[in-house]
């Protein structure tokens, strides 16, 4: 079982930026796809962010233009920068990694909170 940790969610007020990681350690190969996802109370689970092993990133239009998906190769890492944030923002955010096989794992997810 792949362990996949997130960590640098927070309160934050609206406007704020805030910047998420989600590690997976030890020696991994196979990955086709690095994603955020984010789940709102009472709401389905929504992508937020993707990007591919050929550097290729997608948006949900909510967040384009506000929020950027990076990847560090070297440490399995895989970073979600938010700008200008807003209330609706707030949910608890997990990072899930997909691999060639359609093997797919999430991370226990970390929450962001926006509100004055």
């Known amino acids: 079982q792949l362990q996949v940790v997130e960590s640098g969610g927070g309160f934050v007020q609206p406007g704020g930026p805030l910047r998420l990681s989600c590690t997976a350690p030890g020696r991994i190969s196979g990955v086709h796809a690095l994603c955020w996802y984010r789940q709102a109370p009472g709401a389905q689970r929504d992508l937020v962010a993707t990007?591919?092993?050929?550097?290729?990133?997608n948006y949900a239009d909510s967040v384009k233009g506000r929020f950027s998906i990076s990847r560090e190769k070297t440490r399995n890492t895989v970073y979600l920068q938010m700008s200008n944030l807003k209330p609706e923002d707030t949910a608890l955010y997990y990072c899930n990694i997909v691999f060639h096989s359609s093997a797919t794992y999430w991370g226990q997810g970390t929450q962001v909170t926006v509100s004055s």
């Open positions: 990007i591919r092993m050929n550097g290729d990133t």
